[in-house]
C-alpha cells in the first residue's frame, strides 16, 4: 500500500537458497540487497544444487552474498582450517589458514563476516 512507501529503504535476507531467492523476488517491492549464508571452502553459498550456483544467480539479480563461519567446520566434515591443503596454501604464503580461507571468500567475491572472542585472532 502507499503507506509503505519510503519505509524500507534496504532488505537482506539470511539463509536463502535460489528457490527461496526466486520466490521472494517475484512479489518484493523492494529487491534485496544482499544474502547472508554459511560459506565454507567445501559447500560455497551452502545451498548449492546440482549445477546451479547461488552466487552466480545472486551476481545476476544484483545481490551480493554476505557469508558466515567461513573458518567454522561443518559437522562431519574435516575443519577448514586443518585442511592439509589450505595449511599447505598458508605455508607457502606465509599466512595462517584463517588469513587463507577469509582472502579466498573475498575473492569469490563474498563480503566476510568474521567472528571471533579471541583477541589474537582478531588481529589476524
Do not use: C
Amino acid at each position: 500500500s502507499s503507506d509503505l512507501q519510503g519505509k524500507v529503504r534496504s532488505l537482506g535476507v539470511s539463509n536463502f537458497g535460489i528457490a527461496e531467492l526466486k520466490e521472494l523476488l517475484s512479489f518484493a517491492r523492494v529487491k534485496p540487497v544482499y544474502v547472508q549464508n554459511k560459506f565454507s571452502v567445501y559447500t560455497p553459498g551452502e545451498q548449492q544444487l546440482g549445477d546451479a550456483s547461488l552466487l552466480a544467480f545472486a551476481r545476476e539479480m544484483g545481490i551480493q552474498v554476505m557469508g558466515y563461519s567461513v573458518i567454522n567446520p561443518w559437522p562431519f566434515i574435516l575443519p577448514p582450517m586443518e585442511d592439509p591443503h589450505v595449511r599447505a596454501v598458508a605455508a607457502r604464503l606465509g599466512k595462517t589458514p584463517a588469513q587463507v580461507l577469509h582472502r579466498w571468500a573475498l575473492q569469490q567475491g563474498v563480503a566476510v563476516i568474521p567472528k571471533s572472542a579471541n583477541a589474537a585472532r582478531i588481529q589476524e
